[in-house]
């Protein structure tokens, strides 16, 4: 799944498989963080299982995200990560702020520092061979050092594998009282 935002063109596109979904709108403004599994103000705690999300400063074209879709940018992923050994983001790398493979450990290897802290998700088979984390939809997220705000990134595309084992629940989010702030199912 991919979300690319726009604030000037006020779009946002979703694209879920082969699916592209397209709405107008703006996103208000939320807390500095990013949370992975939950919203901070809400709860609406993900149920399920979350790997390989990346975000970037820029709205990711279409080709971009098939070609990330497909596998062909999908870095390999090793089964016994080591701290010395760090998975390459690969192609688009460009405008990259956050790259979490979850293989692991919760560590952002986009070489920008925005590592994330776990809390509570536990690691599970993922995709590329690699882990992924699952979270529970009662009370795990992974609280994330990146400030997502469109005043701060007026573009950006967030990008996840995403396991639902239901219909409810939070992605991705830095909402703070609106819930035109996250990604949710």
């Known amino acids: 799944m991919a979300v690319v935002y726009d604030q000037d063109a006020e779009t946002v596109k979703l694209y879920v498989n082969d699916q592209v979904y397209e709405e107008q709108g703006r996103l208000g403004s939320g807390w500095e963080d990013a949370y992975i599994g939950k919203s901070p103000s809400y709860g609406a705690h993900f149920s399920g299982s979350i790997d390989e999300?990346?975000?970037?400063?820029?709205?990711?074209?279409?080709?971009?995200?098939?070609?990330?879709?497909?596998?062909?940018?999908?870095?390999?992923?090793?089964?016994?990560?080591?701290?010395?050994?760090?998975?390459?983001?690969?192609?688009?790398?460009?405008g990259l702020v956050v790259y979490y493979p979850f293989d692991g450990d919760a560590r952002d290897y986009s070489g920008n520092g925005n590592d994330g802290s776990n809390y509570g998700a536990t690691f599970v088979s993922g995709i590329s061979g690699g882990r992924a984390l699952q979270f529970d939809?009662?009370?795990?997220?992974?609280?994330?050092?990146?400030?997502?705000?469109?005043?701060?990134?007026?573009?950006?595309?967030?990008?996840?594998?995403?396991?639902?084992?239901?219909?409810?629940?939070?992605?991705?989010?830095?909402?703070?009282?609106?819930?035109?702030?996250?990604?949710?199912?």
């Open 53 to 94: 999300v990346r975000i970037y400063n820029y709205a990711l074209t279409q080709s971009e995200i098939k070609a990330l879709y497909a596998g062909g940018t999908t870095p390999s992923a090793t089964a016994s990560p080591t701290p010395s050994t760090q998975p390459t983001p690969a192609l688009p790398s460009r």
């Open 137 to 185: 939809g009662k009370d795990d997220y992974v609280s994330a050092l990146v400030n997502i705000n469109p005043d701060v990134m007026p573009q950006m595309t967030m990008i996840a594998w995403v396991r639902a084992d239901d219909d409810s629940g939070t992605i991705i989010s830095h909402d703070n009282g609106g819930y035109d702030d996250m990604i949710a199912q």
